[in-house]
């Protein structure tokens, strides 16, 4: 059965907490959540018009595939229980094949981004100061070219509308204290490092991805949110990647690209996409999922 596109869920059955760029979110009770992942999509953080079709489908499919695949790396959100149980029978089409339950946990403020090339605003630091994050980097670097070693460069969480902001080591342990802000550097770039080397062997090039955390009340570290999934991930095609270019991409970054040839300033309300923009978005997503776990969305 065809999963329906969904632009914004209306789930009636249980009280709605937020809604974020991309996902919906309900409480379930005191301990869980429930996740809609819509087919929004935004494009430098303005939220665009027109959804995706299965691209809620997609990310949830990729980010309950490397949950389970890192589970040895640090514990995660999921609670394994079926979405499809916790809302009414009328709603059910509504978040089958793109939610998930989780856990109630506590998020850590920050963005824990993980870098392995130099792409995107790591490329723009860089340029302008030969560092990303405060990090020294070698000197002659080119665009998209891989780093000596993946580096930790977190980010500030933005408010909606608003862009997050590249911070050094040292503001991340000013807000999270030394021993935990070591910690989650240290859990960011085994994932990358072990996703990464998963990924190539598939045939994709994991350039940069984002993490989030948070903490459960015994203050245990868990992995939340989404992970490596297009959204949060540049994804290249290994067979097309080359230094000195953007290469093509798996994520929305197709979609930026379209949107830079508009006359658009990047503030709300976004452009409307044409057809063909909206199927090759898709079908690239769709390959991202296939070429990582062999499943078809």
């Excluded at 869980?32 to 959804?51: E, Q």
């Amino acid at each position: 059965m065809p999963i329906p596109t969904v632009f914004e869920s209306s789930i009636t059955s249980l009280p709605l907490l937020g809604r974020g760029k991309v996902r919906d979110i309900y409480a379930v009770d005191d301990d869980k959540l429930l996740i809609v992942t819509s087919d929004r999509l935004s494009a430098f953080d303005v939220i665009l018009p027109d959804p995706i079709p299965g691209k809620g489908a997609v990310l949830t499919a990729v980010a309950n595939f490397w949950f389970g695949k890192l589970t040895h790396v640090i514990p995660n959100q999921l609670t394994g229980i079926d979405p499809e149980a916790v809302v009414s029978e009328a709603e059910r089409e509504q978040v089958r094949g793109r939610s998930m339950v989780v856990k109630r946990l506590t998020p850590l403020p920050i963005e824990a981004v993980a870098r392995g090339y130099l792409i995107g605003s790591g490329w723009k630091d860089y340029q302008a100061s030969g560092k990303v994050c405060g990090i020294e980097l070698p000197v002659g670097l080119k665009m998209a070219q891989q780093l000596p070693e993946p580096i930790f460069t977190p980010a500030t969480k933005a408010e909606m509308g608003e862009h997050d902001e590249n911070i050094d080591f040292a503001t991340v342990e000013k807000l999270l204290g030394a021993e935990l802000a070591l910690k989650v550097k240290e859990t960011t770039l085994r994932l990358y490092r072990e996703a990464a080397a998963f990924a190539r062997v598939r045939g994709i090039v994991i350039a940069d991805t984002k993490f989030e955390f948070g903490q459960d009340a015994q203050g245990r570290l868990h992995l939340i949110d989404e992970v490596l999934t297009p959204d949060s991930s540049r994804f290249w095609p290994a067979d097309q990647y080359k230094v000195g270019i953007s290469p093509p991409s798996f994520d929305k970054q197709f979609v930026r690209d379209y949107l830079e040839t508009l006359d658009w300033n990047k503030q709300a309300p976004g452009p409307r996409l044409p057809p063909d923009i909206l199927q090759k978005t898709a079908d690239k997503y769709r390959e991202a999922l296939t070429r990582l776990t062999g499943a078809q969305a």
